[in-house]
């Protein structure tokens, strides 16, 4: 496994992330004991940097990875905190239960333009306080929007962006994957950690997993990519990917017979954009939310692209 220094921040981490949210009740709801095997064996393997956040609910799962696996590790977390208050409550909670006396990272969750950047400047004053004291070791933000990074590049105490970066461009807000990249760069030159996330678009590009792959692990100005993974095969497949190596023949067979579904993360807003792309009419809205009818899915994944709230996933 590789390892580089995530910007000017002096923590060195792997160049595979492990994306902490499909592990919890929010995707898979693995159990604490199932999810930490899965994370642990993630560790053991070489990857020492692991993405969370609060709203995940995989605190305990990380926990007993770090015990079972006894390594030191990076972590990463999220708060859409926005008081000082609330901020504070935010990092009790995750040196709590992760028991870490000192946050690696600490991000603002999801930013979404200049003007949340504002309202937020409370709850990012009190991250910066925190790090003076010693308690977290970087700040910074995460977000699906180009602005966001463009504003960030020159933010006065950005030390990490979380930014979301595919071949496609999927889930992207406001632009394209190429003006995503050129304000990533610009904050890369000026020294703030880079690690992407959503390599496959949420699973809606497993049909080019190589290729997605490729583009992202490709570009010089990310450090590390953060993907989720829910089975100790996929952290097989993905680890041997990373270092070069082939992945064994009983990695590939269990992963092709493992089934996959369409899943509609809870904050879908009802737009119906869904279900008017789905040509297998296996979308409908339900008391305001998107359903999905499994059965007649193909897993496409087209629903995703029209998405605003990149609410839906294949996992």
Same mark, same amino acid.
């Given at each position: 496994?590789?390892?580089?220094?995530?910007?000017?921040?002096?923590?060195?981490?792997?160049?595979?992330?492990?994306?902490?949210?499909?592990?919890?009740?929010?995707?898979?709801?693995?159990?604490?004991?199932?999810?930490?095997?899965?994370?642990?064996?993630?560790?053991?393997?070489?990857?020492?940097?692991?993405?969370?956040?609060?709203?995940?609910?995989?605190?305990?799962?990380?926990?007993?990875?770090?015990?079972?696996?006894?390594?030191?590790?990076?972590?990463?977390?999220?708060?859409?905190?926005?008081?000082?208050?609330?901020?504070?409550?935010?990092?009790?909670?995750?040196?709590? *239960?992760?028991?870490?006396?000192? /946050?690696? =990272? @600490?991000?603002?969750? #999801?930013?979404? $333009?200049?003007?949340?950047?504002?309202?937020?400047?409370?709850?990012?004053?009190?991250?910066?306080?925190?790090?003076?004291?010693?308690?977290?070791?970087?700040?910074?933000?995460?977000?699906?929007?180009?602005?966001?990074?463009?504003?960030?590049?020159?933010?006065?105490?950005?030390?990490?962006?979380?930014?979301?970066?595919?071949?496609?461009?999927?889930?992207?807000?406001?632009?394209?994957?190429?003006?995503?990249?050129?304000?990533?760069?610009?904050?890369?030159?000026?020294?703030?950690?880079?690690?992407?996330?959503?390599?496959?678009?949420?699973?809606?590009?497993?049909?080019?997993?190589?290729?997605?792959?490729?583009?992202?692990?490709?570009?010089?100005?990310?450090?590390?990519?953060?993907?989720?993974?829910?089975?100790? *095969?996929?952290?097989?497949?993905? /680890?041997? =990917? @990373?270092?070069?190596? #082939?992945?064994? $023949?009983?990695?590939?067979?269990?992963?092709?017979?493992?089934?996959?579904?369409?899943?509609?993360?809870?904050?879908?807003?009802?737009?119906?954009?869904?279900?008017?792309?789905?040509?297998?009419?296996?979308?409908?809205?339900?008391?305001?939310?998107?359903?999905?009818?499994?059965?007649?899915?193909?897993?496409?994944?087209?629903?995703?692209?029209?998405?605003?709230?990149?609410?839906?996933?294949?996992?």
């Amino acid at each position: 496994m590789d390892y580089v220094k995530l910007g000017k921040t002096g923590i060195e981490v792997s160049r595979l992330c492990f994306g902490g949210l499909v592990i919890g009740p929010l995707q898979s709801n693995l159990s604490v004991d199932e999810g930490s095997d899965v994370i642990a064996k993630a560790f053991e393997m070489g990857v020492n940097f692991i993405d969370t956040a609060e709203l995940y609910g995989t605190y305990a799962h990380i926990r007993e990875a770090v015990r079972k696996s006894g390594k030191d590790v990076v972590i990463a977390t999220k708060s859409y905190a926005y008081s000082a208050q609330g901020a504070e409550e935010s990092l009790e909670k995750a040196r709590k *239960e992760l028991d870490r006396d000192v /946050i690696d =990272i @600490f991000l603002m969750h #999801e930013q979404e $333009s200049r003007l949340t950047l504002r309202g937020h400047r409370e709850a990012f004053e009190y991250y910066i306080s925190q790090k003076e004291k010693g308690r977290i070791r970087a700040v910074g933000v995460s977000t699906h929007n180009v602005e966001v990074v463009e504003a960030c590049a020159t933010m006065p105490g950005i030390d990490v962006i979380h930014p979301l970066v595919n071949k496609a461009g999927l889930g992207i807000g406001d632009g394209t994957v190429d003006d995503m990249l050129a304000a990533v760069k610009k904050c890369y030159d000026n020294g703030i950690g880079i690690y992407s996330m959503k390599p496959l678009g949420g699973g809606n590009l497993l049909n080019s997993f190589e290729e997605c792959l490729k583009f992202v692990m490709d570009i010089p100005y990310i450090h590390s990519i953060a993907m989720g993974m829910q089975s100790i *095969e996929e952290v097989i497949m993905n /680890i041997c =990917i @990373f270092n070069g190596q #082939e992945v064994p $023949s009983e990695v590939k067979e269990a992963l092709r017979k493992r089934s996959r579904r369409l899943h509609i993360d809870y904050w879908c807003e009802g737009c119906g954009n869904c279900v008017e792309r789905c040509k297998q009419k296996a979308l409908r809205i339900h008391d305001g939310k998107a359903v999905v009818e499994q059965g007649k899915c193909v897993l496409c994944g087209y629903c995703s692209s029209v998405c605003p709230q990149f609410a839906i996933k294949i996992c």
